[in-house]
């Protein structure tokens, strides 16, 4: 069985300040990672996907298959940053996704 | 950008009566589209994937014949909440897929208040 964690509920920093949001994976497969996020009163929109090895908006995320991780970063935080984050896992024969229960990322002026 | 809407995005009904919402790819033809629910402060929990032409499948624990999915067309899925009680009061998310290997395109929601 497939799951996402992200231990942490609740990041909270000052702008400026840098910032991971964890995300640990199980899966015996070759996993497709997504970091999906939702700003206050939007919709859940992708951030960014493992195969694209993008940056967007300053955040970058590396698939590390030996620790089963796939953190998401940004150097300096900006206070439009603060909304949920959910990191999703799509894989298999169905690519059914499944989400971690998110992480709610806080900036401070 | 890829587009889904919703409708309605927000319904009240009465316990005991049945509710549909409607969910729509605007520009794509999504093979696949998927059915969440949403708690308060809480993450997305998957209820039923559906594909064009096929009976959904639903997560464990979800009821198929209190949550009917249906997937006529590649643009259209509904899904009708049936004999609503309060406890099925919550926040309904679709969102839709072009392939399999395709991130998913989110609508914005509906809110149900069963009273």
């Known amino acids: 069985a497939q799951r996402v964690t992200q231990p942490e509920k609740l990041l909270s920093v000052f702008k400026g300040a840098p910032v991971e949001l964890k995300c640990n994976y199980s899966y015996s497969g070759s996993p497709e990672l997504f970091w999906y996020v939702q700003y206050s009163r939007q919709r859940l929109q992708l951030l960014l996907r493992h195969i694209s090895r993008e940056s967007i908006k300053g955040f970058t995320a590396d698939l590390n298959k030996g620790e089963t991780s796939f953190h998401l970063k940004k150097p300096f935080a900006q206070e439009e940053d603060s909304a949920m984050y959910y990191c999703a896992l799509q894989s298999g024969g169905s690519y059914i996704p499944t989400f971690g229960r998110g992480t709610s990322l806080i900036v401070h002026p | 950008g890829a587009v889904v809407s919703q409708h309605p995005s927000w319904v009240i009904c009465k316990s005991g009566t049945s509710v549909k919402i409607e969910c729509r790819s605007l520009d794509f033809q999504a093979t696949t589209m998927f059915w969440y629910r949403q708690f308060p402060k809480q993450s997305l929990m998957l209820m039923a994937t559906s594909n064009e032409g096929s009976k959904a499948t639903y997560e464990q624990g979800v009821e198929k014949d209190k949550f009917l999915i249906n997937h006529a067309s590649l643009t259209l899925s509904t899904l009708t909440v049936t004999s609503a009680h309060p406890e099925d009061s919550s926040f309904y998310i679709c969102?839709?897929?072009?392939?399999?290997?395709?991130?998913?395109?989110f609508g914005p929601g509906t809110r149900l208040t069963v009273l």
């Open positions: 969102s839709a897929r072009a392939r399999a290997d395709n991130e998913q395109f």
